[in-house]
């Protein structure tokens, strides 16, 4: 599949938002420190030219730097104790795994998970609190840790604008029970018998060179 530099340039960032915060990488705290890092990680995939990378490169060390003026204004409130982490629950039938950006530990022992937007710049309470990934990272991170209260935060990086929203008991519970159903039927879907039906996603679809193999497509 062809490489798209949305990806790319989420990527090199994330990749220095979690050095940035990991307790045990000390070498990127400062502007210059993360802008050194962003070009150690830069990811140059799916760019139209060489100029329109640098271009991306100049914004990207842009967001960085307000990023780190930002937090050295006003510090998280948790200490960091997860960045880029695997996490698995097994919930029977499969096994639900996913990596979180961040995970903070705020000072009354709340877990908060904290994933990062690269491409908008602003987030609601209500976006978060309906999210599918925020809602399977709370069960990912209650599985770990069933005694402490999860909430997940959504924090887009261009403007530092960020909302928080937690799952109830019973939300959770039902949460798990529709990914349960959705869980069986794509464990009991007979994908040789399955045709792919052309739709208004089509044209924009990272699978489409995937779906145009089977003979009876016709994307016209
Ligand atoms: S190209 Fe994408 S949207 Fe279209 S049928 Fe295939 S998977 Fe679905």
Redesign the pocket.
Same mark, same amino acid.
């Given at each position: 599949l062809r490489s798209k530099h949305y990806y790319s340039f989420g990527s090199s960032l994330h990749k220095v938002l979690e050095r940035l915060h990991d307790s045990r990488d000390g070498g990127v705290k400062t502007v210059d420190q993360v802008v050194a890092a962003l070009e150690e990680s830069w990811i140059d995939a799916g760019y139209g030219s060489q100029q329109e990378m640098q271009e991306a490169m100049g914004e990207g060390k842009a967001i960085l730097a307000s990023y780190v003026e930002r937090i050295e204004e006003s510090p998280p409130a948790g200490v960091t104790i997860l960045v880029e982490k695997m996490l698995r629950a097994d919930l029977g039938p499969f096994v639900l795994i996913g990596r979180v950006d961040r995970v903070d530990e705020w000072p009354d022992g709340t877990l908060e998970i904290v994933d990062y937007k690269s491409g908008r710049s602003a987030i609601s309470a209500e976006e978060v609190h309906h999210d599918l990934a925020m809602s399977c990272y709370q069960i990912l991170v209650r599985e770990g840790f069933p005694d402490r209260p999860v909430v997940a935060s959504i924090l887009a990086i261009r403007s530092g604008t960020a909302a928080t929203a937690s799952l109830n008991a019973d939300e959770l519970a039902e949460f798990r029970l529709s990914l349960l159903e959705l869980g069986e039927i794509i464990l009991s879907r007979d994908y040789d018998e399955l045709v792919?039906?052309?739709?208004d &996603? %089509?044209p924009t %679809?990272? !699978? &489409?060179p995937? %779906?145009?193999r089977h003979p009876d !497509?016709n &994307?016209s």
């Open positions: 792919p039906v052309p739709n &996603l %089509c %679809c990272d !699978f &489409l995937l %779906c145009r !497509f &994307l």
